[in-house]
C-alpha cells in the first residue's frame, strides 16, 4: 500500500456513491505495513469485508479472485488496490468482481506500472491506462487515469460502474488535484540522468530504501 493510493481512496470514498457492503481483495497487510494499509477507517461504519488469498492482518474472509465464493449482485463496492499486478489472471479477476457486484455497485482499482518486482506471493503484469480500460470492459462504464509521466506513469487507477454513471464532477476535480501532486517516478528521474551502466545500482537502492507507506500490495 502506498500513500498516494490511500488518497485516490480517500478520494473516492468521500466524492461516489458508496453501497455496502464493501469488499477489499489484497487486504492481508505484510509485515512493516500493519495499520497503515487500513483502508477501513476511510469507509466509516460502512459494513467493510477483507479478502485475500491468504490469511493474516487485515483479512476477515480468504477469498480467490479467480472464482469468488460470492453470490452474484451480494457486494456493493469492491477495492481491488496495488493487488491486481499480483493475479495471475486479471480478465477473469474482473469478470467475477462484476458478477459479484449489485446492479449499482462500483469497483475501484489501482495498480503499478513502472516499480520493481516484488512477490506478494507472485508478481505478473504491468499495466498502462489502456490495460485498464481493457479490464474494465464488462462494466457500462468505466473512468481510468494515472500518476507520474503521462508517456510513463507509475500508478494507474481505474474505476468500473456497473450501472448508470454517478455525477462525476467533484470526483474529477479532486482527482486532478491529486494528479498534479503524484509528479514523476523518482526511479523514471533517476535513470534518465544516470548512465545504464549504473542502473543495477538504482535497482539495489529502491529495495534498500523502500520501506512502510512505499509498497504496493
Known amino acids: 500500500m502506498r ?28 509485515p512493516g505495513q500493519e495499520g497503515f494499509a487500513d483502508l477501513r477507517p476511510l469507509f466509516g461504519k460502512r459494513r467493510y469485508v477483507g479478502c485475500d488469498m491468504r490469511e493474516g492482518p487485515g483479512v476477515d474472509r480468504v477469498l480467490n479472485l479467480h472464482a469468488i465464493d460470492l453470490p452474484s449482485e451480494s457486494a456493493g463496492t ?30 475501484i482499482l489501482s495498480s503499478v506500472m513502472d516499480y520493481r518486482i516484488h512477490d506478494s506471493p507472485g508478481d505478473y503484469w504491468r499495466f498502462t491506462p489502456e490495460g485498464f480500460v481493457s479490464l474494465l470492459k464488462p462494466f457500462r462504464d468505466s473512468f481510468t487515469g494515472f500518476a507520474g509521466d503521462e508517456a510513463y506513469p507509475h500508478t494507474v487507477v481505474g474505476i468500473g460502474f456497473k450501472g448508470e454513471t454517478p ?51
Do not use: N
Not at 167 to 180: A, D, G, N, P
Open 3 to 30: 500513500q498516494l493510493v490511500k488518497d485516490f481512496v480517500s478520494i473516492a470514498a468521500a466524492t461516489l456513491p458508496i453501497l455496502e457492503p464493501i469488499y477489499e481483495f489484497g487486504a492481508l497487510q505484510v
Open 78 to 107: 469492491v477495492l481491488c488496490m496495488d493487488t491486481l499486478e499480483h493475479v495471475e489472471y486479471p480478465h477473469r479477476a474482473l469478470q467475477e468482481i462484476h458478477r459479484i457486484l449489485k446492479p449499482q455497485g462500483i469497483v
Open 167 to 217: 455525477s462525476l464532477t467533484e470526483f474529477t476535480r479532486e482527482y486532478e488535484r491529486w494528479q498534479k501532486r503524484q509528479g514523476w517516478s523518482v526511479r523514471r528521474v533517476a535513470k534518465l540522468v544516470t548512465p545504464p551502466v549504473l542502473w543495477p545500482i538504482l535497482g539495489w537502492l529502491d529495495r534498500v530504501l523502500l520501506g512502510p507507506g512505499k509498497r504496493p500490495g
